[in-house]
Structure formats: structure tokens, C-alpha cells
């Protein structure tokens, strides 16, 4: 016997050696190992909170198994998970909760039985809870997810009204505003050429045309940091600062009005993006992200759109696999995922909607190619799963390359963030002055 055996490994042999069996002129020998039970370990902690949901993740070295229950009169959540003990980084959970979290009081954690640990969550409101776990994906291990939604969701027009941040007629539903297209540029329906009275006449004002609803998508959020630059600038950081400048301008327009997928930094699905534009019945649908590739030299603004061929090129089928990849280190929850909603939007997408996204993007990639440099010089086609709204306008801005030293400085700086917003805006009035938005019906 090796003398490098560990001691009680010698024991059990030395005691198996005496109960030796001959069966046939075999020799059976039958060794009990002593059962050994390993806890798992908890690596990271983060708290998501947002007005939509509040996320909780537990970032961990193995897949967890939990159970969890509802209790009223006060609202709490617990939650138990097994094969755990208590370690310092899982107690910093309860210093992460916010007072302005929207659904969180506090959190209580405690080891309330040997291997099994308790999360107990003080809730300022009753949530729907949602616990599932996401197998490793990039930079994550195994991670295990509290979404917490509220039981009664705001209607989403009555909670940008109540923001001050969307503006009604009481007598009709969708006011009336002024645009103003340039007299040299021919005015389009979707595709059907109509000459309006003011053309034939130039001295008639132009006619009142209902207000524009405008969707801004500012790319990743949350668990997921889009591309990462050198000096650590995050994509989703210099897209949510960049949609925010432009929604200022765009609400500046007498005749437009903005929703953001999302105003802070939490996650946001690629089909509930698509849908939230729909919710509010949205005229055009923007997507705003930064560019990265594995080389630094790479550099330059895009515009892509959706195609139902095939991608124009193979960068931009990658780049759209890579976009498309989101859920997945954003981290959605498989079991509520609304198949039948992603299988609509797939089937749904029109040829009308493709060229009018078309349309879009060419007069928005003339503007940037103002302000920076094109990555390419036309609009490119792929499946991006975020611009399958199948009545809405879309399309997906790469602002520039952050993986490129030079660009990643510029989308960090004010002033840069500022003329993007401002080609942006600039874009949106050329589509519209050719292409006047048609009446819809009323916002239930």
C-alpha cells in the first residue's frame, strides 16, 4: 500500500481485506467510500432593480434547486435553496436592495436548516414571482433568477401620462400636429405616391397630420453589457445615454412623442422590446447599439434592417447572430417565454414593412455619414429577432465600433453623443416629410 494513501483510505481497505469473498476463483472485494456532500458556492450577488421588474441573480459554481411561496399581510416572498450554506458573499445581498427598489423593502437571509438557506423578501407591493435558473453562457457560471413582476401591471400610455411624458388630446386619443416636409421632396404613403393639396398648391399650409410615435431601443441592459471597449466603456451604457439625448429632441417636436424599451440599466427581452413598441402602437421602431468586432481597426457608423432572404453579408449575419444572442446573457426565463408571440412576429414580417424600414434607414445612414464615418456606405439586411414588429418601421443603428480605441472614445464623450442624436433626429423628419404617417385607429 502506498504510504502516500491517506490514512483512513488504509482503514476501510484493511477492514475490506478481512471480509473477503471467493466467488467462482473470482475475487470480489466490495468498498464502502465514506459519503462526502459538497455545498455549492455562491460567487456574485446583483440586484436589477427597474419599474418594469425587479431582477435578483445569484451568480453560483453549480446549478441550485430551490422551492419558494408567497406570504400576504405583509407581502414576502421566500425562497429556499438546497445543497447551500451561508457564505459571506451571499450575505451582501441584503446590503445590494435599494430604498427606491419598486418592489423590495429588504431581504432577509439565514441558514435555516443545515444545507439549506432561506431568502426571505419584504415586498412594497404583490408581485408575480418568477425563479429559474440560466445554464453558464459567456463570462456567467450558473446563475439562479428572482424576477419579480408586478401582480397588476401599469397600462404602459397611462404610465408615461402619469410621467408627464406623453401628451393627449381629452377629445381625441391621438392630437393633431404640424409637419413640415421640405417643398422639393415628394410626399409618400407607405410606398403609394400622393401629391398633397399644399404641393399642388404652395401656398396652402401644409395639413395637420396626427401625432408621431416614436419607440427608442437602447440595446442590452442588465446582466447583459453588450460589447465591452478597452478602456471599459459598455455598450449598454453609451446606447441608454445616447437614447436618452435623442428622446429629449424628438419630444422637442411639436408633432412627436417617445417610449423607451428601457430607462434604466435592467434587461430587457428581444420579443418584449418588439412588443412594447406595439403596445403603444409606435410609428417607427429604433434600436440603438455600438459595433464590435474581434480586430481595433475596425471602425465606422451602420444602419441595418430587417431582411426575410437571407443577410446582404456575412458580417452582418454574424453581427445579427450576435445581437440575437442577448436573451442569452441577459438571461430569459425559458418556461415563460411566449413562443406563440416570438412565432407571430417571425411570420407576420411584411415585405411593406421592410421597405419602409428601408426607406428609413437610408435617410438616418445619409445623416450619421455626416457626423462619423460608414462602416459601410448602404443599408444592410439580417434576422435581427428585435426588428420583427410586423406593422412597424425598424431599424437597428450601430453607432460606431467600441472594440476601436478611437471611436470608444468618442462614444463616451458628450459631444459626440449629442451630434449622433442630432443625425438621428434629422433622419426621422426627412422619412417623415416623404412619407407622412396614415391614420391609425384609436388607442383603446
Known amino acids: 500500500m502506498s504510504s502516500t494513501t491517506p490514512l483512513r483510505t488504509q482503514s476501510v481497505i484493511a477492514k475490506t481485506r478481512r471480509t473477503l469473498l471467493k466467488a467462482g476463483g473470482t475475487l470480489l472485494i466490495s468498498v464502502l467510500a465514506p459519503a462526502t456532500t459538497w455545498a455549492a458556492q455562491i460567487l456574485a450577488v446583483r440586484v436589477w432593480p427597474a419599474s418594469d421588474y425587479t431582477r435578483v441573480t445569484l451568480e453560483n459554481d453549480s446549478e441550485l434547486k430551490t422551492s419558494h411561496f408567497t406570504v400576504k399581510d405583509p407581502e414576502r416572498l421566500v425562497v429556499d435553496i438546497e445543497g447551500l450554506e451561508l457564505n459571506p458573499t451571499l450575505k451582501q445581498l441584503v446590503a445590494k436592495i435599494q430604498a427606491n427598489d419598486p418592489y423590495i423593502k429588504q431581504v432577509r437571509v439565514g441558514q435555516n436548516r443545515p444545507s439549506v438557506v432561506r431568502l426571505v423578501f419584504d415586498l ?52 393633431l400636429a404640424k409637419i413640415d416636409p421640405k417643398p422639393e421632396l415628394k410626399p409618400e404613403v407607405h410606398g403609394s405616391a400622393v401629391t398633397p393639396d399644399h404641393e399642388k398648391n404652395p401656398g396652402k399650409a401644409p395639413p395637420m397630420l396626427r401625432m408621431i410615435t416614436i419607440a427608442l431601443d437602447p440595446g442590452h441592459g442588465g446582466e447583459d453589457p453588450g460589447a465591452i471597449g478597452r478602456g471599459g466603456s459598455r455598450e449598454k451604457d453609451v446606447v441608454l445615454a445616447i437614447a436618452k439625448r435623442l428622446k429629449e429632441k424628438i419630444e422637442q417636436q411639436p408633432n412627436m412623442r417617445v417610449m423607451l424599451t428601457r430607462d434604466a440599466d435592467y434587461f430587457v427581452p428581444l420579443n418584449v422590446r418588439v412588443q412594447k413598441a406595439r403596445n403603444v402602437q409606435a410609428d417607427l421602431f429604433m434600436s440603438i447599439h455600438a459595433d464590435a468586432f474581434v480586430e481595433s481597426s475596425a471602425r465606422g457608423s451602420s444602419v441595418f434592417v430587417l431582411s426575410d432572404k ?59 455619414g455626416g457626423i462619423n464615418r460608414l462602416h459601410k ?48 433626429i434629422k433622419g426621422i423628419k426627412k422619412y417623415f416629410s416623404k412619407n407622412p404617417p396614415l391614420a391609425k385607429n384609436k388607442l383603446a
Open 124 to 175: 412594497k407591493e404583490e408581485v408575480t414571482p418568477q425563479v429559474f435558473t440560466l445554464q453558464p453562457v459567456g463570462n456567467y457560471k450558473h446563475r439562479l433568477v428572482f424576477d419579480l413582476y408586478p401582480s397588476n401591471p401599469p397600462d404602459p400610455i397611462a404610465s408615461l401620462i402619469e410621467k408627464g411624458e406623453w401628451h393627449k388630446d381629452p377629445e381625441k386619443d391621438l392630437p
Open 310 to 368: 437571407g443577410a446582404s453579408s456575412t458580417a452582418a449575419r454574424w453581427l445579427a447572430n450576435k445581437e440575437n444572442a442577448a436573451d442569452l446573457i441577459g438571461g430569459v426565463n425559458i418556461k415563460g417565454h411566449d413562443k406563440q408571440l416570438a412565432s407571430v412576429l417571425l411570420d407576420l414580417s411584411t415585405t411593406a414593412q421592410i421597405n419602409d424600414s428601408l426607406k428609413l434607414g437610408k435617410v438616418v445612414l445619409n445623416e450619421i
Open 377 to 424: 456606405g448602404s443599408v444592410e439586411q439580417a434576422g435581427f429577432a428585435v426588428l420583427k414588429a410586423p406593422d412597424i418601421p425598424s431599424i437597428l443603428i450601430e453607432t460606431a465600433f467600441i472594440s476601436n480605441p478611437e471611436e470608444e472614445a468618442r462614444l463616451s464623450d458628450d459631444g459626440y453623443q449629442d451630434k449622433m442624436a442630432d443625425a438621428i
